[in-house]
């Protein structure tokens, strides 16, 4: 039987070995082999490419020279529509058939198709705005590429009748002026894809086999570690035993563990720590009974003190709120005097949009201090006229971003509401259709009766789609981080709703977003 008389040297040493052996083996290997699999595609991918690249820009430079040469050779002879004919006979002649996928294209400036020995139906056609799968204009892009004084390329999706799909692929153009030709040859890239997804197998092959070796390797080692294990377990049970002996016959005597019992130099030590600490215990015994007598007393103590601090912390806010309201004041007064002699001005347009939007907050925090302790009494209310008084009042906050304001605002709708909370919905889902429309859009507002005594008020947008809709109405929640604000406005507003039994309605998709409140003309709910 193996014996030792360290268990740190026993367990620590053995575990270490297993893990950092294991570890450095498998980061080693897997890392290399990512590593070199990784260098083989980037190889793979770009000599591919730079060497089709230079064979198509060869074979299109070719084919014009080609036709230069017949150019100029029977421009003084014959008549040029016949030279053109001949040329574009000699290249057809030149195309490789052994493959459909290597052939010479010609387009005019404007987009005519002139020679495809593919899509012969598609001669004399203008191809000049058709796309690829993706919306992408390959003829008008090809034309304009070749215009360049060297040509260009242009890479994009094209049909491959081989494989019956649209596969990637990359041509070159070139013009030849004289005739107003863009000449051109493309080379499909699937076969770099068939390179790569054969050197990943071979990768995945490689890695199973290190993964068996690894794992081969693993087991070794733990049958190592459990033949260790177990013979170190013979010897700590008989320490602990000794240890526990002492701690039962403690409770009757004071006298110390016998040390010599003991076989590892650690569990000697734990024999003393055990002593000390039982001499400590009664002392600490004693202190937690004090401590526990004054426990009550402290935790009063610091309760109150946090009830003070929170109590400071609404008077601040409360202050806070409070002093904005007077410069607020004072900017609004001095930008309608403004107004007043500079009228039409963007800058103070801007200026009132900002002052406006600095107002829209207040209003919010305002409520949020005020909704516990006041009570917001229901009153018959015009919503037609306060619609259009917060459009106005929104008016230069959304021209200043670029928007406008499209209306349906049926006249002399009234229902029972307060008037601060019916303000809060409509300025928070204006303001949010402010922030996140796209530019030069319209916000599409909508307040008309749904049925003798429904209403219904709708906000519409042609904004981003909004992902998480169920989040859309908790608090410091903002779709969009880089567009400001604080993330209360809708929380404030599932309050209010929450409250009267206004039921919502949110709907978006990629083309619009709309918020819709249904509100009950005579509902008389308190709370």
């Known amino acids: 039987m193996f014996k030792a008389k360290s268990l740190y040297h026993l367990i620590v040493y053995s575990i270490l070995f297993i893990v950092v052996l294991i570890s450095f083996f498998t980061f080693i290997i897997i890392n290399n082999a990512h590593e070199e699999l990784q260098e083989k595609i980037v190889t793979l991918n770009t000599d591919y490419k730079d060497n089709q690249q230079e064979l198509i820009k060869n074979d299109v430079n070719a084919a014009i020279s080609f036709i230069k040469h017949i150019h100029e050779k029977y421009k003084d002879i014959k008549d040029e529509e016949a030279i053109k004919k001949e040329a574009l006979i000699a290249i057809d002649k030149m195309r490789d058939l052994s493959t459909i996928n290597e052939y010479i294209f010609i387009y005019n400036f404007d987009g005519t198709s002139i020679h495809h020995p593919i899509a012969k139906k598609d001669i004399g056609k203008n191809l000049f705005e058709s796309t690829d799968i993706n919306g992408k204009k390959v003829i008008k892009e090809l034309i304009e590429v070749s215009q360049k004084s060297k040509g260009g390329f242009v890479e994009y999706n094209w049909y491959k009748p081989d494989i019956s799909q649209n596969i990637k692929k990359i041509s070159y153009a070139k013009s030849y002026e004289p005739w107003n030709w863009s000449i051109g040859k493309g080379v499909y890239l699937d076969k770099i894809d068939n390179l790569v997804q054969r050197k990943k197998y071979e990768y995945d092959q490689k890695i199973s086999d290190y993964t068996l070796q690894i794992t081969s390797l693993t087991i070794m080692l733990v049958l190592y570690s459990i033949f260790i294990y177990k013979n170190a377990t013979i010897l700590i049970v008989s320490d602990v035993k000794e240890i526990g002996k002492y701690f039962k016959e403690s409770q009757k005597n004071d006298k110390p563990l016998n040390q010599n019992r003991l076989i590892f130099g650690e569990f000697k030590v734990i024999a003393n720590y055990a002593t000390d600490a039982m001499n400590n215990i009664k002392i600490k015994t004693h202190m937690l009974e004090d401590l526990n007598k004054n426990l009550e007393y402290k935790v009063d103590e610091k309760t109150k003190e946090l009830t003070k601090l929170i109590e400071s912390q609404k008077k601040f806010i409360n202050n806070s709120v409070h002093e904005i309201n007077t410069p607020l004041s004072i900017i609004q007064t001095n930008i309608d ?54 459009l106005e009042f929104f008016q230069e906050i959304a021209t200043s971003n670029s928007l406008h304001f499209e209306s349906t605002i049926q006249e002399d709708i009234y229902i029972k509401f307060n008037i601060t909370e019916f303000q809060r919905i409509i300025d928070n889902n204006i303001s949010n259709a402010i922030k996140y429309s796209y530019a030069n859009s319209a916000i599409h507002i909508k307040l008309d009766y749904t049925r003798d005594d429904q209403v219904e008020f709708s906000v519409a947008t042609n904004s981003k789609k909004i992902d998480y809709q169920s989040k859309i109405f908790d608090d410091f929640y903002r779709e969009n981080s880089n567009r400001g604000g604080f993330g209360l406005g809708l929380k404030i507003v599932k309050e209010i709703c929450d409250k009267n039994l206004v039921i919502i309605k949110l709907q978006s998709n990629d083309k619009e977003t709309k918020f819709t409140y249904r509100f009950r003309i005579n509902e008389n709910i308190t709370a």
């Open 337 to 390: 005097l403004l107004k007043m002699n500079i009228p039409n001005n963007k800058y103070v347009t801007h200026i009132e949009s900002g002052a406006k939007i600095i107002q829209y907050i207040y209003d919010d925090l305002s409520y949020l201090i005020k909704k516990d302790r006041v009570i917001y009494e229901k009153e018959y209310l015009n919503l037609s006229n306060i619609v259009s008084q917060r």
